[in-house]
């Protein structure tokens, strides 16, 4: 299906969500946050037939991408109104979606409320102090000082480059900056508080993000960076993925935003903003 890794760990999170696939057979699927399904929905559509798969999105111009794709029987994209048709699912998936979300906490319970008791849940979700975090605060600072401009201009000059034409985001055509930064002790938190128990976990990537989505392919080292992870702990790596199912919820306090979280999210969003 993936033929090549890439520094995100791309083929790594859709052989994770296959695996369980294979292993629980579900009769539905839901991709919350599917973006354009091109990176894990459509290719796990594609890889059991038998199983339906249903993408939501709310950014309207990835859906139509989506839509826009060769049709599959067992697939089906919209926009969040799909949501209120199925409401229930055996196996669900918010992968790279909880970092963007106003409320996790609110989120997540949400989606524990739409499985059934021997459900799964699939979160994916970047470290919010790890690897790619930091050199994504690094580029921020770059972009709102003008000053990646100026590097990109220079490294063209000095490669006899032509400037880059806009490319298209495969994953999603969404301008959505993080709004939260999760550590592993927040996590557990959010999943005790709204009734969901880590049944497996993996790390992701080791690097990934500024500067080294050019370094590591040129290298080749897109296949140990991802390897590498399992054997880091969990802090160092840049993404981590779990396998959730329905528990009992526990007491626990309100989710909260720490200081260095608010000050990154206003400089996620003031980057965006120069989109």
């Not at 697939?75 to 909880?98: K, M, N």
């Not at 409320?113 to 050199?135: A, D």
């Not at 063209?156 to 032509?162: A, D, F, G, N, Y």
């Not at 009992?248 to 903003?273: D, Y």
Request: charged share 25%.
């Amino acid at each position: 299906m993936f033929t090549a890794e890439d520094t995100y760990g791309t083929r790594k999170r859709f052989e994770f969500c296959r695996d369980l696939v294979q292993e629980t057979r579900p009769a539905l699927v839901l991709d919350v946050g599917c973006g354009t399904g091109t990176q894990l929905t459509r290719p796990l559509a594609e890889a059991f037939p038998g199983v339906q798969f249903i993408g939501v999105d709310p950014d309207e111009v990835s859906i139509r991408y989506a839509q826009s794709l060769p049709a599959l029987p067992n697939l089906q994209f919209g926009g969040t109104a799909l949501l209120d048709r199925h409401t229930r699912a055996d196996l669900v998936i918010a992968s790279e979606v909880v970092e963007h979300v106003e409320n996790p906490d609110q989120f997540l319970a949400d989606l524990r409320r739409r499985l059934p008791e021997n459900g799964r849940l699939v979160i994916t979700v970047p470290n919010g102090y790890g690897p790619y975090e930091m050199v994504a605060a690094i580029e921020c600072l770059l972009r709102i000082l003008r000053i990646y401009w100026v590097m990109r201009k220079i490294k063209r000059r000095l490669m006899h480059q032509p400037a880059p034409e806009r490319a298209v985001m495969q994953d999603s055509l969404a301008i959505s900056p993080h709004l939260s930064f999760f550590s592993t002790s927040c996590l557990l938190r959010l999943f005790s508080k709204t009734g969901l128990r880590i049944v497996r976990y993996q790390p992701r990537t080791f690097l990934c993000g500024f500067g080294f989505d050019k370094l590591l392919p040129r290298f080749g080292l897109c296949d140990w960076n991802a390897s590498v992870a399992d054997r880091l702990p969990n802090w160092c790596n840049s993404a981590w993925m779990f396998v959730l199912s329905p528990a009992e919820a526990l007491p626990g306090k309100p989710f909260e935003r720490g200081l260095l979280s608010r000050l990154r999210r206003r400089l996620n969003e003031a980057c965006a903003r120069l989109a």
